[in-house]
Nanobody
């Protein structure tokens, strides 16, 4: 059974940084994609970045503006999201999600497996 567990969220001042981690288990091949999504109160869930298990190819939402970096350590079965220059509008619950479809996209419907989320709060 696929399981995803996020960690690393917290409270940070504007301009600060956080690194989120997603520990993944249950994938039986490298034909998968791990994505980071976020959802703020009253807003739709939106994709942030994703990475392929096969070759580490990455894709980012335009709003990231170079501030965030997704990476992976396959030996540790962990995907990271490094978030720099955080803004109050980045405040949201951040979710790690997985799909067995090897599509480098940030379509919410594509992802069948979801973690429980980790809260990121950026103060003004």
């Amino acid at each position: 059974e696929v399981q995803l567990v996020e960690s690393g969220g917290g409270l940070v001042q504007a301009g600060g940084s956080l690194r989120l981690s997603c520990a993944a288990s249950g994938f039986t091949s490298d034909d998968y994609v791990i994505g980071w999504f976020r959802q703020a109160p009253g807003k739709e869930r939106e994709g942030v970045a994703c990475i392929t298990g096969h070759d580490g190819s990455t894709y980012y939402a335009n709003f990231v503006k170079g501030r965030f970096t997704i990476s992976s350590d396959n030996a540790k079965n962990t995907v990271y999201l490094q978030m720099n220059s955080l803004r109050p509008e980045d405040t949201a619950v951040y979710y790690c999600a997985g799909t067995k479809r090897a599509l480098l996209r940030l379509w919410v419907s594509l992802y069948a497996y979801w973690g429980q989320g980790t809260q990121v709060t950026v103060s003004s």
